[in-house]
């Protein structure tokens, strides 16, 4: 058991989310109990989730997109009432971090899919501070088929793939999620392939003429990594107990 304070304070600390610039608020977003013992992980705190994290006794739940981000309403209606409501009334804390889970060099999104992939990490890059987009080379070249099966297998979800070239694929530039519009900067790093997990219209035609292979993987599933690896770390350092629950999105 630990306190939360002392919980949240560790973790703002170790993802170091005053670096950031960010389109919601990173950490504790709702306040639950003053203690925690039982944490619930999961990467969007939707009702389900949080109906989730009601049955298995939480007193956290820990997410990647949490709530009140920039632009929607401030009134507490409708959908965010319900959610908002559920929270409170189980005196549940939600913690919520974004683009800090999604950098960070070993309990991030993007260091986690990279693993999974096996790809052996070399540096990052992009026009952000810090940067996002991760690069790397696979053990050994392989087909575009082959990079295809490994999403697959390792994602659970067939990858969507632009074939802007038709070379065999080593090096690898990733970036979980909606990260799609970082594929020109990955272009010009010279690698055979760009990974994410959304694709917009213009994505296509970028890596055509960019001359490299995209794989669109789904937001969802190249973001279910980091914040259970992040939870386990922090389940194991404060002795608490830890349930990571995947809502499943198609997305």
């Not at 950031?20 to 925690?36: C, H, I, K, T, W």
Request: one cysteine or more.
């Amino acid at each position: 058991m630990v306190e939360l304070r002392e919980l949240l304070q560790y973790t703002n600390d170790l993802l170091e989310i005053d670096r950031f610039a960010d389109y919601a608020p990173n950490g504790l977003q709702v306040e639950g109990r003053s203690e925690v013992a039982t944490i619930v992980s999961g990467v969007t705190a939707s009702l389900e989730l949080v109906t989730a994290a009601v049955e298995a006794g939480a007193d956290a739940l820990l997410v990647h997109h949490g709530y009140f981000w920039k632009g929607e309403s401030p009134c507490i209606t409708g959908m965010k009432r319900r959610r908002l409501q559920c929270l409170l009334e189980h005196e549940i804390s939600l913690l919520a971090y974004h683009l800090p889970l999604d950098v960070h060099a070993l309990y991030g999104n993007n260091a986690s899919l990279g693993r999974l992939l096996g790809i052996e990490y070399m540096g990052s890059f992009g026009p952000s501070s810090p940067p996002m987009v991760m690069r790397g080379e696979f053990a050994q070249a392989m087909t575009a088929d082959e990079v295809s099966a490994l999403l697959n297998e390792k994602l659970g979800r067939v990858p969507l793939h632009i074939a802007g070239s038709d070379k065999k694929i080593r090096s690898v530039a990733w970036c979980s999620g909606g990260a799609q519009g970082y594929i020109e900067e990955a272009a010009l790093q010279g690698v055979d392939v760009y990974i994410s997990g959304e694709i917009s219209e213009q994505t296509t035609h970028t890596a055509r003429e960019m001359g490299l292979h995209y794989f669109a993987a789904g937001h969802h599933a190249t973001e279910r990594y980091g914040v259970e690896v992040l939870a386990i770390h922090l389940s194991n350092r404060f002795d608490l107990k830890h349930q990571f629950i995947d809502i499943n999105n198609p997305a």
